[in-house]
């Protein structure tokens, strides 16, 4: 290391950067796949999913209907405990003078039987016990009654009536690794619509989730499925060909939850694909690989000294295992030294890489686990181990008299493993620069796609709960009234957000339908500007389109839907939708709209039926004129403070929840671009050592070729050339690899961007220009020296 000062640099800098960045993807990975862990017999807890198939389309998702929970536990001896979970999209809580938004869940009585949530005050057996009670965590218990010595027993407002809710339990903070969150736990009996479909099997609006007894398959219950879906929900799935359709429940363990459903309907909270982690798992490997390819180059490199070494050992009493040990115990120590410095930078820089990763850094959980301690540990090793490899078993192999009459000193046919680890290096440097470029472009491709609906400029206020009451129609009306303001409108849901789906059977058909659905008003198509292809839009001068009991008589559907009715005209056709088995209802399409794309660009546009539905208020839509964004808001948080001065406004944009639905391929971008900069920068560092090195071992080459006459430019040429040659071999093995793993990934997009040859070339020019720059500062260096000086050495 002292005697070698630029090579160990290289080397520990290179070899830091390779363990900080497997560290962040270590801690990333580990950490989401630790989700639900902390439960007591975790491996035991499951939730029941709901999977449908109507008309050949397959739906799952992951809530239930509510008797299910105790049917599980009074008819299977395998479920030791069972409960179930409404999630309120927020609920208002009032303190003082001032409304806060929490996120809470109602759950019942057997939610802590299920899951672990330790308690800091309260009993878990009986804190959900009774209507009106509440479970708050102790970050809330902090907020409402900081400085008092104890919640238990305190009073809260919630909802819009005010109704008392007392503490019954304080729970500890809730864990970053929880699939599913909340600040409150009130109890389920507490909400009288779910009391009301207590019974209701065709009510499938809450999350079941079991405890199984120790030893028992998951699978074993599962067989008891179909006979018990016959009983309660009429069509089993084993008979789904026969009937035209049939529900089924499965499980799926709770530990699988957070990565494994994606595909799902419905979810508690956030997920995320297990696909993005073997990803990541293999870029950390290849930065590894990179990083350790440097060492092993410049170790092939200084072979003929580092063999006359072996020598001299030999004849002073060494054996091979001792010149081993040595060389590896080099190779080790310098990695674990590197280990240091990658534990003290990503420490420094955690709460910066949260950022780029878009979410909580896990580094400090890797320490809490034995397990991710050897593994590091095992790995600095096994690390060390491959760097050094070349020298402690190759140089030591050869004989003493070999050795010292300086029959290997070109280095044992180094120049052929040099180049090879150089192709290998720059193949994997370039992948990244392809991988990155396409990632890049089919992000942007999503952002640019046309949409069929205009989504810049239209704000999202959250009326759940009916926060205005009775005043929204005035709301409406004070908002078109403001200069900024262009229309308004009321829905349940909206593109980028997650829609229902309902069964209709179309006019003369046999089977049902599925179609995602929404309410809206009047002014919904006008706000989002959405085309109308046939027919006409709802209107309010027509009475028939409303029905007495405020449902809708009358309906729209998308081109999709029109498809799926299989008629030349759908408008003026009818669809029937029966509720419950008991409620029919009858619906004429008076209008098909141009398809729009009001879910992820992954999937093509469904079939969709919109209904009308104008006191459907869920959500507030205002689109406000390009321009003054933060003036417009300003505006409309004004009129909403007139209106419900003491209900917090909240809002968002619609592009933003699109770009939501993009986080894990925006995040993969990020990460793609960080380390495929820090892969180049590598191998570049690699490559200028290495070109140190041979310059200054062909310095005396060079001195008697300049004597000869060579030129300046034909010595660089002569030093780069190789170097040139190698990258263009390596970008012909990398090229074909990015291009069968990038159009693999583009599968996954219904919407997706043609592979073309740009991103191509530009990945090798960039690679060839670095490899220029990194190479041609020593060999001009070396071009110039005097070849007196050189001959003279």
Known sequence: MLRHKFYFLINIFSLSIGMTSSLVILSYVWGELSFDKFHEEAQNVNRVNLELIWGGEVTQQSTTPPPLAHTLKDEFPEVTAATHIYKFDEIIVRDGDNFYAEEALAVDSSFFKVFTFPF????????LSKPNSIVITQETARRYFNGKQSALGEVLQVGKDN?????????????????????????IYSLDFVQEEKDNWSWPRLSTYVRLKNGTSG??????????????????????????????????PITKIHLYSGHLLSHLGPTEDIQYLYILGLVGIFIVLIASINFMNLSTAKSANRAKESGIRKVSGSTRSDLIL????????????????????VYALQNQLGEILGKTFYFSMIFQDVRVIGLILLLTIFIGVISGCYPAFYLTSFSTVDILKGKIKSGINAKGIRSALVIFQFALSIGFIICTSLVYQQLQHMREQKLGFDKENVVVIVNSNDRLMESRMAFKQELLRQSQVESVSFTNSFPGKEYRVSALKPEGASQDILLKSSFIDYDYLQTLKIDLLAGRNFSQEMTSDMMTDDEASVIIINEAAAEQIKVDDPVNQYLDMTVSNQWKFKFQIIGVVKDFNFQSLKAKVEPMILFLAPNAAEYILVRIKPGNTQSALAKIKDVWNQF??????????????FD???????????????FSGLAVIVASLGLFGLTSFTTEQRSKEIGIRKVLGASESSIVMMLTGNIVKLIMIAFVIAAPFAYVLMNQWLQGFAYRISIHVYPFLIAAVVAVLLALVTVGYQSIKASLLDPVDTLRS
């Open 326 to 345: 040595q060389f590896l115990t080099e190779s080790v120590m310098l990695t674990f030294f590197a280990l240091f410095i990658a534990l003290l930078v």
């Open 644 to 657: 419900a001065p003491s209900v917090p406004f909240d809002y968002s944009f619609i592009d933003d929840h």
């Open 120 to 127: 800091a005050e309260g009993n878990p057996a009986t804190a």
């Open 219 to 252: 699978s074993t219950l599962e067989s008891k499925f179909p006979d018990m879906c016959t009983r309660t929900m009429g069509q089993p799935l084993v008979d789904w060909k026969k009937n035209g359709g049939g529900y089924t429940l499965f499980l799926q």
């Open 660 to 674: 939501q639905l993009y986080k894990s391929e925006m995040r993969l971008g990020k990460i793609f671009s960080v």
């Open 163 to 187: 109704v008392a809710y007392t503490v019954t339990g304080v729970v500890k903070d809730i864990p970053e690794n929880s699939h599913f969150r909340f600040t409150m736990l009130t109890s």
